[in-house]
């Protein structure tokens, strides 16, 4: 199918394109378009005038320093993924990015659109949620910052005003003695997981176990993460403390069937990729804190 008519625009600056989509009725922006074009192709959705950012250089910036990592609304999954400062200060971003669909799509694809799309399939909503990261909503009325924990209120819906175009996304660096991991279960390279989980571990100047938190990809109907620390803090990591933190993150999400899986299966994959993902979160962290000293 061919999507319904609409009217195009490519402005130059970040203040033409602000502009443009406070005037225009029923726009949408176009940065990586992965997921908004198959929507229009299929009818799905139809606007009235699409207005591409591609054109605006400050949107395609990344910046990295011992803070974070900021990056812009036109930066590729690909180009993040091959920055080696981006790996370096907060490694979780590659260890997701590689997730992301295939190459053919990472080259195209926005990380901040995938993030500001808040489907709870994505890899990277979850991320910026783990993080904690926090990112920036521009219109013609001024700019605003809005946390992980502001930004996804429903299913692919978000609390961006509908003037407003996210702009960049700032995600913190990883402190000392932290160590991330992440992993999934596709059906094939690619593919939607059918779970998938990101992992943070602290640990104290001792070494043992300070904070666990886990994102899960998949398994609810938004980007959710769960602190599992309460199930590590005592006993440290045993294979007990770790089926206890999968039965843990049960106890907080919500797993939904679909026609990829049942929500008895997609449990059963949090229990296994939770165990899975701490200890290889819980080695980094280890790695990382003898590397250090």
Known sequence: ?????????????????????AAATD??????GQSLTPLLSMRLLSVTELIDINGIPELSTITVNESGVRFGATVRHSELLAHPDVARVQPMIPAALQHVAHPTIRNRGTTVGSIV?????????TVFALLDGRLTAQSVRGSREIGASELFVGALETSLAADEIAT???????????????????????????????????????????????????????????????????????????QAAGELALSYLEPEADIHATAHYRSQLVRVLTRRVIRAAHDDAVERSNEAK
């Open 168 to 242: 960049e996304v700032f995600m913190p660096a990883l402190p000392a003695r932290h160590g991330v991991a992440f992993d999934e279960i596709a059906r094939r390279h690619g593919d939607y997981a059918l779970c998938g989980v990101g992992v943070i571990v602290a640990l104290t100047a001792d070494g043992s176990v300070d904070s666990v938190s886990a994102g899960y990809v998949s398994v609810s109907g938004l980007p959710t993460v769960v602190d599992l620390t309460e199930a590590l803090a005592d006993s440290g990591l045993s294979d007990d403390s770790l």
């Open 1 to 21: 199918m061919k999507p319904t008519a609409f009217g195009y625009q490519r402005p130059g600056s970040l203040d033409e394109a602000l502009t443009a989509y």
């Open 117 to 125: 799309h808040a489907d709870a399939s994505g890899e990277m909503p």
């Open 27 to 32: 726009a949408k922006i176009l940065a990586g």
